[in-house]
Antibody
Framework: EVQLVESGGGLVQPGGSLRLSCATS????????MNWVRQAPGKGLEWISQ????????YYADPVKGRFTISRDNAKSSLYLQMNSLRAEDTALYYC??????????????WGQGTLVTVSS | QSVLTQSPSMSAAPGQKVTISCSGT????????VSWYQQLPGTAPKVLIY???KRPSGIPDRFSGSKSGTSATLGITGLQTGDEADYYC???????????FGGGTKLTVL
């Protein structure tokens, strides 16, 4: 069974930093592209970053470029998100999601339960 | 403001059919495959449709997807109260080099 378990969320002051982790099991982590997606309270889904299976191709959404860094450790089957210069608008539930790629496209087929990040003074 | 446009809310009676639309541009829906996600209250999203019209195993055939030009549609037939959820379209955007979600449609089954 595919499992994704996020951790590392919490309360942080504006301007602070936080590192999220996503521990995975039940699949060959090193073969899959991975994502971070967030959801602000009462709002919709917002994709924020994606990393290729080998870690060499990375994309970010504009709101987090230059502040967030996605990374992975294939030996530990884990995904990370380093978040710096946090702002109130970064307050959200952060999901780790796996990409499943068919011959035509990649879609987000497995999701964790999320870890809550609250940015407030 | 989402790159993909969805109606914020819809409602229908049990047993009826609904269609949820997702409007984009040539750089996203017009040139890439669309997937659809269901988010039940308090839970993580779940994929319903991928590659415009394919269903993952375990998804009932009451759910269907289609695409025409720069718009995509999710259809749900035989509505059940358990279908009350938020529904999101998602697709890669070549101009942004980013994955984008629609703003979501809240479906109420009355």
């Amino acid at each position: 069974e595919v499992q994704l378990v996020e951790s590392g969320g919490g309360l942080v002051q504006p301007g602070g930093s936080l590192r999220l982790s996503c521990a995975t099991s039940g699949f060959t982590f090193s073969s899959y592209e991975m994502n971070w997606v967030r959801q602000a309270p009462g709002k919709g889904l917002e994709w924020i970053s994606q990393i290729s299976s080998g870690g060499n191709i990375i994309y970010y959404a504009d709101p987090v470029k230059g502040r967030f860094t996605i990374s992975r450790d294939n030996a530990k089957s884990s995904l990370y998100l380093q978040m710096n210069s946090l702002r109130a608008e970064d307050t959200a539930l952060y999901y780790c999601a796996r990409s499943y790629c068919t011959g035509a496209s990649c879609y987000r087929d497995s999701w964790g339960q999320g870890t809550l990040v609250t940015v407030s003074s | 403001q989402s790159v993909l446009t969805q109606s914020p809310s819809m409602s229908a009676a049990p047993g009826q059919k609904v269609t949820i639309s997702c409007s984009g541009t040539s750089s996203n829906i017009g040139s890439h495959y669309v997937s659809w996600y269901q988010q039940l209250p308090g839970t993580a999203p779940k994929v319903l449709i991928y590659d415009n019209n394919k269903r993952p195993s375990g998804i009932p055939d009451r759910f269907s997807g289609s695409k025409s030009g720069t718009s995509a549609t999710l259809g749900i037939t035989g509505l059940q109260t358990g279908d009350e959820a938020d529904y999101y379209c998602g697709v890669w955007d070549s101009s942004l080099s980013a994955w984008v979600f629609g703003g979501g449609t809240k479906l109420t089954v009355l």
